[in-house]
């Protein structure tokens, strides 16, 4: 419900229901498994944030046509107070819920990670699935140059040894 796949018409995106339109500005502002719907963190903390703005802005909103239309005198100072004291009163459980959420969202990405990296797979063989070619390459060249130099100094101990003999 939560999940990073809130950026595209996904289960996460029809799971809301009646509200699923408040995320239709994040869609439209982010792409698709972008770093800021898909990544660690900044993901779960972005939708966190959006999701806050948004009712917080509804909640405002309904209060001020509230106190318009039944003439009620609200304390904002109080409500504030109220606020920020259950936020931190409620500290560890939303840091749980927030924990919850990243875990999901993690395992979500990484499945969308190595899904992605099985298709490319399957399309290009093990190529496909390497950062590139190049790095591999480096990487082999390298180790063949140490072992050629390991070859060798066992060489000249062994010389070293017939000499001695
Ligand atoms: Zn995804």
């Not at 018409?9 to 719907?37: C, E, N, T, V």
């Not at 944030?49 to 304390?75: A, D, E, H, P, R």
């Not at 009163?89 to 992605?116: I, N, P, Q, R, V």
Request: proline share 2%; charged share 20%; glycine share 8%.
């Amino acid at each position: 419900m939560f999940g990073p796949d809130l950026d595209i018409y996904s289960r996460h995106y029809q799971r809301w229901g009646w509200f699923r339109w408040i995320w239709l500005p994040y869609q439209k502002s982010l792409r698709h498994r972008s770093f800021l719907s898909h990544g660690p963190i900044i993901g779960t903390t972005l939708r966190v944030i959006y999701l806050c703005c948004v009712v917080g802005s509804f909640t405002l909103l309904m209060l001020l046509i509230m106190q318009k239309l039944l003439n009620l005198q609200w304390n904002w100072q109080i409500t504030g107070e109220s606020m920020g004291r259950s936020l931190i009163f409620y500290a560890t459980e939303f840091m749980a819920l927030f924990l919850g959420m990243e875990l999901g969202a993690m395992s979500h990405s990484l499945s969308d990670w190595s899904g992605s990296a099985y298709k490319r797979f399957k399309k290009k063989g093990i190529a496909g699935v390497l950062p590139s070619g190049k790095i591999k390459k480096r990487k082999v060249s390298s180790r063949t140059t140490r072992q050629t130099r390991r070859s060798r100094s066992r060489k000249s101990v062994k010389t070293a040894e017939n000499k001695k003999i």
